[in-house]
């Protein structure tokens, strides 16, 4: 089955400092989203992407779609202690109804970060 | 604030009793889902209504019994659990639950925090 695998599970990050989290996944994604959830939280919803190498931006956060449809990247930059949370990056396969309808969710990335 | 509300925000069962967790949506969103999600762990999925229809149950133990009484209600019926079965349960709704790129967003709730004794 799909699955969608998230680097690094852990990022420690000075305040004020850039950093990227990955996300991969084993078939070919009709689309991608990304949900932060933050300590004793729930998973918030960030963005959607669509197309292939689709770059979209949201302030301090970057979001790409591979060329491939793939892989997906999350970059922040001078990152704050607002930031702090797990994101997490979920997928429909290719065709939609192969998967079940079922957005699968990586493992996310655990985010904390050192004032 | 999330637009999908959940209740109770706390349970604390025995293993024989018997409970439910409410989830209410007002969007118009015709999609509900159940997560199970165990700390420092992703989402998982449990159940998908659509259109008041189960559409997906994700071979889910029969201790949890999936209601759907209508287009803004979903409840989770929980009978006999294990303490393993501890966790945060999520409800979400989208849209649809298959259009054409997926669900598009899901709305979370904030979660039923259950405790199995």
């Known amino acids: 089955g799909q699955q969608v695998m998230q680097i690094p599970q852990y990022q420690h990050v000075q305040e004020g400092e850039d950093f990227t989290t990955y996300c991969n996944s084993s078939?070919?994604?009709?689309?991608i989203q990304w949900y932060k959830q933050r300590p004793g939280g729930h998973p918030v919803f960030l963005i959607q992407l669509v197309k292939s190498g689709e770059v979209k931006k949201q302030k301090r956060l970057t979001f790409q779609f591979g060329e491939a449809k793939k892989n997906s990247s999350l970059h922040i930059t001078a990152t704050q202690t607002t930031d702090v949370g797990t994101y997490f990056c979920?997928?429909?396969?290719?065709?939609?109804?192969?998967?079940?309808?079922?957005?699968?969710f990586g493992g996310g990335t655990r985010v904390l970060v050192k004032p | 604030d999330t637009e999908v509300t959940q209740t109770p925000k706390h349970l604390v069962m025995g293993m024989t009793n018997k409970k439910s967790l409410k989830c209410e949506q007002h969007m118009g969103h015709r999609a509900m889902y159940w997560y199970k999600q165990k700390a420092k762990k992703p989402p998982e999925l449990m159940f998908v209504y659509s259109y008041e229809k189960l559409s997906i149950n994700e071979s889910v133990p029969s201790r949890f019994s999936p209601e759907c009484p209508n287009s803004s209600l979903l409840n989770l019926h929980l009978h006999a659990l294990q303490p393993e079965d501890s966790a945060l349960y999520l409800c979400?709704?989208?849209?649809?639950?298959?259009?054409?790129?997926?669900?598009?967003?899901?709305?979370f709730g904030e979660g039923s925090r259950l405790t199995v004794l």
């Open positions: 078939t070919t994604l009709s689309n």
């Open positions: 979920a997928g429909f396969s290719i065709p939609i109804k192969a998967a079940g309808n079922k957005l699968t």
């Open positions: 979400a709704s989208s849209q649809e639950a298959s259009g054409r790129y997926g669900t598009g967003e899901l709305f």
